[in-house]
Nanobody
């Protein structure tokens, strides 16, 4: 089983950048990895996803062009580079994983492994 630990959250002013990391333990290949976020009082929504072992990525419309998901195979890590941050990006960000899914859609119900989350606040 894969275990996920997020890091890199924090507070930033609008227009700034943050980079989140998700470190995975266990088998870390041929699976979908994704970032979701949940703001207070709102549903958890998919932000970005990628297929580990390939180059394909998927993004929510709200973050496309501003966020970039990438992998570091040597360290079993998936990153989310967030640029041009907006106050509406404020949320708890979660890393998620699932094996055997293609394409890597951004539906919460399709992921079965989750990290504890890291808070991002944009003011």
């Amino acid at each position: 089983d894969v275990q996920l630990v997020e890091s890199g959250g924090g507070s930033v002013q609008a227009g700034g950048s943050l980079r989140l990391s998700c470190a995975g333990s266990g088998y870390f290949n041929r699976m979908c990895m994704a970032w979701f976020r949940q703001a207070p009082g709102k549903e958890r929504e998919g932000v970005a996803a990628m297929y580990i072992g390939g180059a394909r990525t998927w993004y929510a419309v709200s973050v496309k062009g501003r966020f970039t998901i990438s992998q570091d195979n040597a360290r079993n890590t998936v990153r989310l580079q967030m640029n041009s941050l907006k106050p509406e990006d404020t949320a708890m960000y979660y890393c998620a994983a699932v094996a055997g899914l293609w394409p890597c859609r951004l539906y919460r119900s399709e992921y079965n492994c989750w990290g504890q989350g890291t808070q991002v606040t944009v003011s």
